[in-house]
């Protein structure tokens, strides 16, 4: 089944969604996770390796995958469900993704990302990673500047080169963007500082 399949069934799963909150492409599973979120290497059959949904809000979502059935966290992804902006940790690397299924990338395709929120912005040199996802590296202290920068407005504009700039709703954006920060801080792969929505003490 290709990624558009996956779309088309995943819309039938997700109807109560809000239209601007849906993603270009979806996994079938009935937690309908953004496929451009998932492992290059995820195995779709009967497996102990799952994409498991932390928190959804908006037009976003928090993910993490296990590959033992949830006793170790190998990777945290949140994102726009557009996926437009994204953000992945692991631990050996921390980065910002941007997908479509429109897009047909060549290999090692590169070119600029600007993202600006607010008075923020910054210029991601990104790669393809592969037809239709681009990925940058970036530093803990980068991305926690932008997503501290995300937590106090309510869009963000992300333009590719000097051709395409599409505007991301940042509705729902900040317990998701919490819930991601909270996985790379206890994963041990980054710290990425404390989040706008998140209380130091349960008390």
Not at 44 to 66: C, F, K, N, Y
Not at 114 to 123: D, E, F, K, Q, W
Not at 168 to 180: K, M, T
Request: aromatic share 6%.
């Amino acid at each position: 089944m290709n990624r558009k399949q996956n779309f088309l069934l995943a819309c039938m799963v997700i109807a109560s969604v809000p239209v601007m909150a849906r993603a270009q492409s979806y996994d079938a599973s009935p937690q309908a996770v953004p496929v451009a979120m998932q492992p290059e290497d995820e195995n779709r059959g009967p497996s102990p390796s799952q994409m498991l949904v932390d928190e959804r809000a908006g037009g976003w979502v928090a993910i993490h995958h296990t590959p033992d059935a949830g006793v170790h966290t190998d990777l945290c992804i949140a994102g726009s469900e557009s996926e437009i902006l994204m953000f992945r940790a692991d631990a050996d690397s921390l980065q910002v993704r941007s997908a479509d299924d429109h897009w047909t990338l060549g290999t090692g395709q590169k070119g600029d990302m600007t993202v600006t929120v607010g008075a923020y912005s910054t210029v991601f040199h990104m790669q393809a990673n592969d037809a239709t996802t681009l990925v940058a590296d970036i530093t803990p202290a980068n991305l926690t500047t932008l997503l501290n920068a995300m937590a106090h407005t309510h869009m963000a504009v992300v333009k590719f080169g000097d051709h395409t700039t599409l505007s991301v709703n940042l509705a729902g954006s900040v317990p998701v963007l919490d819930r991601f920060r909270g996985c790379a801080e206890t994963q041990h792969f980054a710290d990425l500082g404390q989040g706008a929505g998140q209380k130091a003490s349960p008390f």
